[in-house]
């Protein structure tokens, strides 16, 4: 099963970007950042931030509902959550969307401040097309390439787990995790589903 998407939370991730830019910042660069730290925290803490659906695309990992919030796409958001973006984050220039309020901090967690401030430090001086270049170079997205590449689809759904392999040495910022390591993050991240579903 899915984790459950917390709105709040990725609210409140993207209008931290948008702040860290100076008010304004390129929607696909926010996706990538957003993914950047989701994994961070997925590999250091066990869990995602946003716990978003993330698809494999052409230009890498999408985490599909913060796409959806930031195109005002109110057909696959709940009304809910279109409020809650309304008082954070509004459209700016085409590929682009602004804050207009200062990031809630009671959202997020101390090491959810900690991943969000791990993705900008490490990966805001790229732009889109280079951060999606990175991306690319992981194993969660590179497994989908070549299917991507021959038309077979134009996304792939990716899963948590696989977020836990490690690429090859030089392309990560965070250190390798050992076997170990993996098995005990996928048994949290397996018990963290078991959690959810009993509330489903």
């Known amino acids: 099963m899915q984790l459950s998407f917390s709105h709040k939370k ?3 991730a993207l209008n931290y970007f948008a702040v860290a830019a100076g ?3 390129n ?3 926010a996706l990538k950042l957003i993914y950047f730290a989701d994994r961070c925290h997925l590999r250091r803490y066990g869990r995602p931030i946003t716990n978003d659906t993330y698809f494999a695309m052409k230009f890498g990992p999408v985490a599909s509902a913060c796409l959806n919030l930031l195109n005002e796409n109110e057909e696959f958001t ?3 959550e279109n ?3 309304a008082r954070f984050l509004c459209r700016g220039a085409e590929h682009d969307y602004s804050s207009t309020a200062a990031v809630d901090s009671r959202v997020l967690s101390e090491s959810d401040v900690e991943a969000l401030r791990f993705a900008w430090e ?3 001086p ?5 951060l999606a270049d990175v991306t690319h170079r992981f194993p969660e997205w590179f497994q989908h390439q070549a299917a991507l590449e021959s038309g077979q689809a134009t996304r792939r759904q990716m899963h948590y787990s696989d977020f836990l ?3 090859e040495t030089g392309v990560d910022k965070l250190a390798a995790l050992s076997e170990e390591d993996i098995a005990d993050l996928r048994d949290e991240l397996a018990e963290l589903r078991a959690v959810e579903s009993l509330w489903s």
């Open 27 to 29: 929607k696909m660069k």
């Open 10 to 12: 990725a609210i409140q």
């Open 122 to 124: 490490n990966y805001s």
């Open 165 to 167: 392999q490690n690429p």
């Open 23 to 25: 008010g304004c910042l």
């Open 83 to 85: 409020e809650y973006r």
């Open 126 to 130: 790229l732009d889109q097309f280079q």
């Open 78 to 80: 709940a009304p809910e």
